[in-house]
């Protein structure tokens, strides 16, 4: 195993870690090879090694995620954003965390389109996003909105983020969410004006439950994984993604890369790739087959 790193891709064996079996069920889930629990887990590390004195919080997007009375526990000011209360809010974004997390005496519910922080510059010891920058537009909108959240950090501030990664290169979109190449995921950090703490790492282990299979079948399945997934539109018309996770600071740490390849990663997901697919042609429709 691994050491642990709070940049990096999602990976089956993550969900091995007794910190992240514990995290998981802290929010009252047991670990089922998800990356919407890789993604708590991750961040409740994060907020325990790298901010645990962090007092002023805020969070970009969160809906009304379970992990929000466990970041913010032990802080003075925890002020989460998102489309709170508007038409073109999600389904998250209907909860309103006040009614969810009523023993929260340190709670503010701030209604905040991202791509126009109206918080104070330099108010915030540890922001975080989960899985919700990708939303706000095109690349440009998501380097500008991070950037934006980036100003809210004091000087010793950390931002976790975390969002989807495309692991098959090139350009890939649905309606709602840009999967985000390394590439963009480059210039998104080397633009936002911050410096990561560790470099990116990109590792997939050839543990079975990394088998990619289309990304819908979790929803109704969920004995199957959902760590890389397949996603796509249009018969053979689609990606090989996961989430991916890194931590921006203000202060220059001395990370100059920004990725940390594995070269084999290329050739385990073919192989993952394959096996997926034999799956995947007799649990999905014609229209995800690749
Ligand atoms: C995939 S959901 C993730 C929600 C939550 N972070 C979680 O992990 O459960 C994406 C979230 O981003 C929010 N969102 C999308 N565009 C946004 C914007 N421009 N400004 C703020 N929030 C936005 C949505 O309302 C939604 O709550």
Not at 72 to 79: D, M, P, S
Not at 188 to 207: F, M, N
Not at 240 to 261: H, K, P, Q
Request: hydrophobic residues 40%; glycine residues 6%.
């Amino acid at each position: 195993m691994q050491s642990w790193t709070p940049c990096k891709n999602a990976d089956a064996l993550d969900f091995f870690r007794p910190e992240f079996v514990e995290h998981i069920r802290a929010v009252k889930e047991e670990p089922r090879m998800h990356c919407k629990q890789w993604e708590y887990a991750q961040l409740l590390e994060v907020r325990r090694q790298l901010a645990p004195e962090a007092k002023r919080l805020v969070g970009l997007g969160c809906g009304c995620e379970p992990t929000i009375p466990l970041v913010g526990a032990g802080a003075e000011r925890v002020t989460v954003t998102d489309l709170y209360n508007r038409d073109d809010a999600w389904d998250v974004a209907r909860r309103d965390p006040r009614a969810a997390f009523p023993e929260m005496d340190n709670l503010e519910v701030h209604t905040m389109d991202m791509t126009r922080v109206d918080l104070p510059k330099k108010s915030a010891d540890f922001v975080w996003s989960l899985c919700a920058v990708e939303h706000v537009g095109e690349l440009p909108d998501i380097i500008d909105a991070v950037r934006q959240a980036g100003e809210l950090l004091d000087d010793d501030g950390v931002m976790f983020i975390s969002t989807e990664l495309n692991l098959s290169g090139g350009r890939y979109r649905t309606k709602g969410t840009l999967f985000l190449s390394p590439a963009m995921i480059e210039e998104l950090v080397r633009s936002s004006g911050l410096h990561l703490v560790a470099p990116i790492e990109l590792k997939i282990s050839d543990h079975p439950m990394n088998t990619p299979v289309w990304s819908g079948l979790s929803f109704t399945h969920d004995a199957l994984p959902h760590v890389i997934y397949r996603v796509q539109r249009r018969p053979f018309d689609g990606i090989y993604g996961t989430v991916v996770s890194f931590v921006l600071g203000r202060r220059d740490r001395g990370v100059r890369e920004i990725w940390d390849v594995d070269p084999d990663h290329a050739s385990i997901l073919r192989k993952l790739g394959d096996k997926g697919r034999k799956i995947n042609r007799r649990m999905s429709p014609i229209k995800r087959w690749w």
